[in-house]
């Protein structure tokens, strides 16, 4: 009894390891992929057989089905996939997922030879450990951490698999042992175990691990055991996209039906075509003792076969969705870009990337509303108005949400490209927001001029026809740069910049001189100095943008240190000057 227990104990050792090795593995696979994840789910979906080779390639990568079914339901939840696009993902994820299975049936490799020895996992794991120690000791790219963590999830995940191996050996010649696994002679209880064991670790990759190991070691299960639980062992991956499936929209939801559907069906209709077909013509190869190999071979098979058998009625597997989970008149569809799922921090690069995006939407409301808030300026229009204060408050949603998730997000470990694009986003949302404060302020004073019926002279309004169009100009190159994250166009942004704030500064020199010889008045002088702080504002905040851009770019983060260093004595910062403000001149009195 006391051996019994000290074996469930290092049985259960064993499997830790095992769950911590492939999650360290699969986690530095995710950050070595990046935000390359999520753009391809969303650009190589456009029809079932990209989608099916998407989600093969990219569980086979991050080595995870779990991962990329919680993405899944991440996306579809912001409303950035369809439930159609990802139905294809789904099928794919289960043929990546078989890659694992092979890795494992290394165990299998045997000879004598120095060579094939250094085959089998036993010895080329330890290898691998030992240079991920050393990388990680002594490297300080990221990136080459990442790879070293993959090596060493790699070895410790093999190690927990030679526990497991070495306390299931010795059932073999336990007379209890071996009429339990008389019992799993019944398909349907393979199935259920299978599915069981699935739910419990959430992992059908270690639990086709733990079958590996019981196969190789004790020689008790046969091919005709492992169908039905490798089969179960497929059903009880989808707990979770259940789980995961909790507390997002219906459509979402939809995901996680049809991952349970895909899997039922094809456990289903090819477990029973095997039973009527063995029992027909007698496969020898059932009773034949199952290895590592050979379990790796029915996985593939099972999970490949289901795919090809299905994926023509993908319409089917969505209309199964919607008849469980019908849609309800009254939601509203969610529109693109409105939130972030927080299942998405799951996948800290795929959550970066959709962040970056919608700091992107935001930049773009950013313009457009300033732009909408300047004209107002010359012809005001109440409803115009009124849509300026709902976007101002939509910045701050977005400031808010962005600014949220990747505070969150930046705990964990990032990648040398997912911590720049953290960085960046979060020093520009701040002036997004900040943007869409002065555009009400440009309301304001739009609405001052209307109400008042406040008239410029000629000569202001031609002077402040130059600033408008030296302001639209740097608006448009600002966001063109944040979106292309443009490190050369950057460098442009602050000379003209420089010559906004000269502009503003001699627009209010002409003002006094003008107010001196009583040709305007002093309520329209306040009202001219608001513009012209507030466009001054805007242009600073246009210049705090293109420096975060090239700050980021280089890991420098002394925004006073790098503008004197542009301003003084730089060749190109001079001739960029001089163009602007030769096309921004100020008219002659």
């Known amino acids: 009894m006391d051996n019994m227990i000290l074996s469930v104990i290092v049985f259960a050792g064993g499997l830790a390891f095992f769950l911590y090795g492939m999650h360290v593995m699969s986690s530095s696979l995710e950050k070595m992929a990046g935000g390359k994840l999520e753009s391809i789910l969303k650009k190589l979906t456009s029809n079932r057989f990209k989608a099916l080779a998407v989600g093969a390639g990219v569980t086979a990568v991050i ?40 890795l494992l049936s290394l165990m ?8 094939m020895k250094l085959m089998k996992p036993d010895y080329f794991s330890l290898v691998l450990a030992l240079i991920g120690a050393f990388m990680l000791m002594l490297c300080k790219s990221v990136k080459k951490k990442d790879i070293a963590n993959i090596m060493v999830g790699f070895a410790v995940l093999m190690y927990g698999m030679k526990i497991m191996g070495d306390t299931v050996e010795p059932l073999a010649e336990v007379p209890e042992f071996q009429n339990l696994m008389l019992a799993f002679k019944n398909p349907i209880l393979g199935v259920i175990v299978g599915a069981v064991v699935t739910c419990i670790i959430q992992s059908s990759s270690a639990s086709v691990g733990i079958l590996q190991t019981l196969a190789s070691q004790t020689g008790q299960v046969t091919n005709g055991m492992a169908i039905p639980i490798i089969m179960g062992q497929n059903i009880g991956t989808c707990i979770t996209a259940l789980i995961s499936s909790i507390g997002v929209s219906r459509n979402a939801k939809k995901v996680a039906i049809v991952h349970v559907s895909f899997n039922l069906i094809g456990t289903t209709v090819l477990l029973t075509l095997y039973l009527i077909l063995n029992s027909i013509f007698v496969f020898a190869f059932s009773d034949l003792p199952a290895n590592a190999t050979s379990i790796a071979v029915i996985h593939s098979v099972f999970n490949i076969t289901t795919t090809v058998v299905l994926l023509p009625f993908t319409w089917l597997l969505e209309k199964i969705a919607n008849t469980i989970l019908p849609d309800k008149t009254e939601e509203q569809p969610m529109k693109k870009g409105v939130m972030i799922d927080k299942r998405l921090l799951a996948t800290p690069s795929v959550a970066i990337s959709e962040c970056q995006e919608a700091s992107a939407r935001m930049a773009q409301l950013a313009n457009t509303t300033l732009l909408d808030a300047i004209s107002l300026i010359t012809a005001y229009d109440e409803a115009k108005a009124d849509q300026i204060r709902k976007n101002e408050d939509m910045l701050d949603n977005y400031e808010d949400l962005i600014g949220t998730t990747l505070v969150q997000v930046s705990s964990q470990a990032l990648s040398e490209h997912d911590s720049q694009t953290t960085t960046r986003v979060l020093r520009a949302i701040g002036d997004f927001e900040r943007l869409g404060d002065h555009a009400l302020n440009m309301v304001d004073i739009a609405k001052e001029i209307h109400d008042k019926k406040i008239q410029f002279t000629p000569e202001a309004q031609k002077e402040l026809s130059v600033l408008t169009d030296a302001l639209t100009e740097i608006l448009h190159n600002t966001f063109t740069v944040y979106d292309n994250a443009d490190e050369k166009a950057a460098a442009d942004i602050e000379p003209l910049e420089q010559v906004i704030d000269y502009l503003t500064r001699d627009i209010r020199a002409n003002h006094i001189q003008r107010l001196q010889k009583g040709m305007c008045s002093i309520e329209t002088g306040f009202v001219l100095a608001d513009m012209l702080t507030n466009f001054e504002r805007v242009s600073d905040h246009c210049s705090n943008i293109a420096v975060a851009i090239i700050e980021t770019s280089h890991s420098t983060f002394d925004t006073h240190k790098y503008l004197s260093k542009v301003k003084f004595g730089n060749k190109n910062f001079n001739e960029q000057f001089d163009r602007y403000a030769a096309q921004y001149q100020l008219p002659r009195a």
């Open 63 to 102: 080595q995870s089905s779990s991962a990329l079914t919680v993405m899944l339901v991440g996306l579809v939840n912001s409303g950035i996939m369809s439930l159609t696009q990802s139905i294809g993902v789904i099928m794919g994820s289960n043929i990546g997922t078989t890659m694992t299975a092979w």
């Open 108 to 115: 299998d490799i045997s000879g004598s030879s120095l060579a």
